[in-house]
């Protein structure tokens, strides 16, 4: 089955850029969308952001809009989540999720990433 491994999660000081990237195995991920999430301690998980299997039609969370960037590389696999001015409340770890389907509305999540932590101090 397909398995998505993340990495770019870190420390960094408020103010700062990160870059996360997950990558997927297997030969579906070029017809699937995808999505990146976070979850705070003792929060429940929320959507960050999501791309369709083309990279044309993004969208993100009001709290990371003009922040945060979504892209893939379909012949890399990959999805990048470009963090960009991190605020201490984006502290959380950052999971990515493909979706079943080509575009992410009305698409249920296939499989789910192990998480990566962001820390953003003060």
């Known amino acids: 089955q397909v398995q998505l491994v993340e990495s770019g999660g870190g420390l960094v000081q408020a103010g700062g850029s990160l870059r996360l990237s997950c990558t997927a195995s297997?030969?579906?991920?070029?017809?699937?969308?995808m999505g990146w999430f976070r979850q705070a301690p003792g929060k429940g998980r929320e959507f960050v952001a999501n791309?369709?299997?083309?990279?044309?039609?993004?969208s993100f969370a009001d709290s990371v809009k003009g922040r945060f960037t979504i892209a893939r590389d379909n012949a890399k696999n990959t999805v990048l989540l470009q963090m960009n001015n991190l605020k201490p409340e984006d502290t959380a770890v950052y999971y990515c999720?493909?979706?079943?389907?080509?575009?992410?509305?009305?698409?249920?999540?296939?499989?789910w990433g192990q998480g990566t932590q962001v820390t953003v101090s003060s």
């Open positions: 791309i369709d299997w083309s990279g044309r039609s993004t």
């Open positions: 297997g030969r579906t991920f070029s017809s699937s969308a």
């Open positions: 999720a493909r979706y079943q389907g080509a575009m992410y509305s009305f698409s249920p999540i296939g499989e």
